[in-house]
């Protein structure tokens, strides 16, 4: 005949547990009359806590617990570590790419930055576990590194999206990074300005171009546009009538287990119209008739085989070259990047008087804030270069 189970050493100790009130109990020989164990539920899931205090302060407690759970600001304990949530987040991203609502190359670069920088300090911590000082902790060890601000930045924010997957699916109440202090967060700033270009420079830099390039460069100039949009763009994208360039899409990086391919661009601000100028128009027509690709659905700027234009190739056989040649490259100065043109543009465009809301349309980006937080040196200089002629103005009768 099978034995009866042996008592638990608490029950042993204590006593059975008891119920004083819904959800409360208490060990009916335990020594410390203070403390209660209070029960409530998740999701049908049942949680318990112990409490120190009055029974009254017991039942206090417990109803908070039970309206932070009915309000979904509780969640059911979890062994789930940070690793795994990271692989569901992984896989739902893997969906969007395959949708074409992300790039692959995005994706590529959140993987890169969760395994060079978050899965060693936080892959195995249960994610209920990690709190705004792991997240400092991770902060601080980033900046020891002497990374970028924009990569820690980066890294803080895949961290936090994971972790707002986290909450997304009932792993965990909240997100620790919006505990972190401004001071802490990373400044969305890095070491390396972006290079301008002068006239003189621009003029140089085209004139040192050779041929297959040319007109690859000279659009990125008169354009701002990102080397993705412009390696993206289809002869249907210029409208000579209108003297319009319409940007609608981005080309992916082609890499040896996928080709190149044409995406959405990242943001509705991002498709804009931007003007096609007499100087530009002429060179496109010219670069047009000379090119054997030359439908609607046809790459502006291809190979001899139809092919976009190879992103590497654009910035080392094309934009690198020339810079060399024209002598843009010297000791001292970073490598010329699309980036820098793209700056280039969009600076000589709010020197020539453009207002933000101007200057945002033309550059794609989502907010005028955002415009503002990049060039608002650029504002702020065009502002006091002119004040002595307001004032002048306003003065004129003084005198």
Known sequence: MQGQPSPHRTDLKRGKRERVAPGIFRRSNDPDPTRFLLFWSVDRVECSEVFHGTLTQAKKERERKRVKADAGELVAPSRITFAEVWDEYAGMLESLVATDEMSQRTLD????????????????????????????????????????????????????????????????????????????????????????????????????????????????????????????????????????????????????????????????????????????????????????????????????????????????????????????????????SFHDLRHTAITHLIRSGADVAQVQRFAGHAKPSITLDIYVGEFEARKSNDIGERLSAAFARIL
């Open 109 to 336: 670069l959140y993987r890169q930055r969760y395994r060079t920088h978050l899965e060693q300090p936080l892959g195995r911590r249960r994610v209920q576990e990690i709190q705004a000082k792991h997240l400092s902790d991770l902060l601080s060890a980033l900046r020891k590194r002497n990374l970028s601000a924009w990569t820690t930045r980066g890294v803080l924010m895949l961290a936090g999206s994971i972790l707002n997957h986290a909450v997304t699916r009932g792993y965990r109440a909240d997100n620790p990074t919006n505990r972190l202090s401004k001071t802490e967060r990373p400044k969305a700033k890095n070491k390396t300005k972006a290079r301008i270009l002068d006239v003189d420079q621009i003029a140089a830099l085209i004139s040192h171009t050779i041929p297959t390039y040319r007109p690859l460069i000279i659009t990125a100039v008169y354009t701002g546009m990102r080397q993705s949009e412009l390696l993206g763009l289809r002869w249907r994208d210029i409208d000579f009538d209108a003297s319009k360039i319409r940007v609608r899409h981005q080309l992916s990086r082609a890499k040896k287990s996928a080709p190149a391919k044409l995406l959405p661009l990242k943001t509705e601000a991002g498709e804009r119209d931007l003007d096609l100028t007499p100087e530009l128009a002429k060179v496109l027509r010219e670069h047009k008739l000379a090119s054997s690709y030359s439908k609607d659905d046809e790459f502006v700027f291809s190979t001899l085989t139809g092919e976009p234009i190879y992103y590497r190739n654009a910035s080392a056989r094309g934009l690198q070259k020339a810079a060399d040649r024209a002598g843009l490259n010297s000791e001292g100065l970073p490598k010329l």
